[in-house]
């Protein structure tokens, strides 16, 4: 069985999917495999230098992304560029990665991390899509104090993807994570419980 497991920016997927992996499950991180397609020697970084301009790389040859985050998120049409580039490579991988687990371990729940599942179109992948959820005040709070960022910057970055209240009306499963760990923990043993060993 693999679910989709998303929602948006600074809702707490990486916490849902640790809860997930404690009890069992395999984890395939779309944002893990983003930075794996954009190291140094990688096909997808030499396009977005060429796209993009030196200035997007550091010293070292590795991706800044913070300035390449000042350049995609002010403008839809240079996120689309990034996108065009990155997304075939980390789908690629993605599905990949999943059926290998699925292949070696039928029983375990594979659970596939996708920050823009909605927004890629990608959920005819999976048997099941499980949304994390928090309101976007939430979400708009955490996201500027965890990455350090303006009201403004933050905002952008939320604007950038698909509205949290229409992923959760897409969902098939939804974990409501703005009460604290307990709160999610139950929800998620609820869920586990329910739908993979029922």
């Known amino acids: 069985m693999n679910i989709g497991l998303t929602g948006g920016i600074a809702t707490g997927k990486s916490t849902v999917s640790q809860m997930l992996e404690r009890r069992g499950a395999a984890l395939v991180d779309a944002d893990r495999i983003a930075r794996e ?43 689309k560029a990034l996108e065009a580039i ?36 990608l959920q005819s992948l999976f048997e099941q899509v499980l949304v994390v959820y928090v309101p976007r005040s939430v979400q708009l709070t955490r996201l500027m104090e965890r990455d350090g960022l303006a009201e403004e910057e933050a905002r952008k970055r939320l604007d950038a993807q698909m509205d949290i209240e229409d992923k959760k009306r897409l969902a098939d499963y939804v974990i409501d994570n703005s009460a604290g760990l307990a709160e999610t923990e139950e929800q998620i043993e609820r869920f586990w419980r329910d739908k993979v060993r029922p």
């Open 37 to 79: 397609v954009v190291e140094p020697g990688q096909a997808p970084l030499r396009q977005i230098a060429e796209r993009f301009g030196q200035a997007v790389l550091n010293e070292d040859g590795t991706l800044n992304r913070r300035k390449l985050g000042q350049i995609v998120f002010s403008d839809e049409a240079e996120r």
């Open 86 to 121: 990155t997304h075939p490579a980390i789908r690629a991988l993605m599905r990949e990665r999943m059926e290998r687990l699925e292949a070696e371990r039928p029983d375990r729940l594979v659970v596939v991390d996708v920050p823009l599942l909605f927004e890629s179109k």
